[in-house]
Antibody, heavy 114, light 108 residues
Framework: QVQLVQSGAEVKKPGASVKVSCKASGYTFSSHYMHWVRQAPGQGLEWMGVINPSGGSTSYAQKFQGRVTMTRDTSTSTVYMELSSLRSEDTAVYYC???????WGQGTLVTVSS | SYELTQPPSVSVSPGQTARITCSGDALPKKYAYWYQRKSGQAPVLVIYEDTKRPSGIPERFSGSSSGTMATLTISGAQVEDEADYYCYSTDSSGNLVVFGGGTKLTVL
């Protein structure tokens, strides 16, 4: 069965970076794009970007351009999302997801606090 | 930047029909998708490509799209359908995904 397993919760200080991982299993990793979506407290779902695991190409939401980097490791079927220059407004649960399906990771809480 | 607009809330009584709308300029050319999100649970896809229902989704869920508006319809809404519903689509280039702001459906 398809599983997306994310890394654990993180607490970061403003200005720092965070890198969240998402390990995929149960399907051909390179055959499906992986998206990153976040949800801040009391807010809706917000799309951050997408990576093509096959070639590594990416597309990012304009809001995160310059601050987000999505990468993948095909040897371990893992995708990564790194967000830099963190601020308090980045406190949210971050999800990897095969958008367009019901396959989502369990979410990773990132808390940005001084 | 491209936006999809949903009403913040919709309320119906059990057994009534709930309609949740999603408006966006690119919807005449791009598909709409709908997720159901219950508290503490992962989102569940209930409609894809405007009108298609994934296997396992009850028949009371249906989707339609006309012009710049897509609609999720729940015919005979049940208490268990209470959730946040999000539409999503892509911008006109097809490269960027956008979620609507979400609609809280209350069934009581």
């Amino acid at each position: 069965q398809v599983q997306l397993v994310q890394s654990g919760a993180e607490v970061k200080k403003p200005g720092a970076s965070v890198k969240v991982s998402c390990k995929a299993s149960g399907y051909t990793f390179s055959s499906h794009y992986m998206h990153w979506v976040r949800q801040a407290p009391g807010q809706g779902l917000e799309w951050m970007g997408v990576i093509n695991p096959s070639g590594g190409s990416t597309s990012y939401a304009q809001k995160f351009q310059g601050r987000v980097t999505m990468t993948r490791d095909t040897s371990t079927s893992t995708v990564y999302m790194e967000l830099s220059s963190l601020r308090s407004e980045d406190t949210a649960v971050y999800y990897c997801a095969r958008v367009g399906t019901s396959y989502w990771g369990q979410g990773t809480l990132v808390t940005v606090s001084s | 930047s491209y936006e999809l607009t949903q009403p913040p809330s919709v309320s119906v009584s059990p057994g009534q029909t709930a309609r949740i709308t999603c408006s966006g300029d690119a919807l005449p050319k791009k598909y709409a998708y709908w997720y159901q999100r219950k508290s503490g649970q992962a989102p569940v896809l209930v409609i894809y490509e405007d009108t298609k229902r994934p296997s396992g989704i009850p028949e009371r869920f249906s989707g339609s799209s006309s012009g710049t508006m897509a609609t999720l319809t729940i015919s005979g809404a049940q208490v268990e359908d209470e959730a946040d519903y999000y539409c999503y689509s892509t911008d006109s280039s097809g490269n960027l995904v956008v979620f609507g702001g979400g609609t809280k459906l209350t069934v009581l």
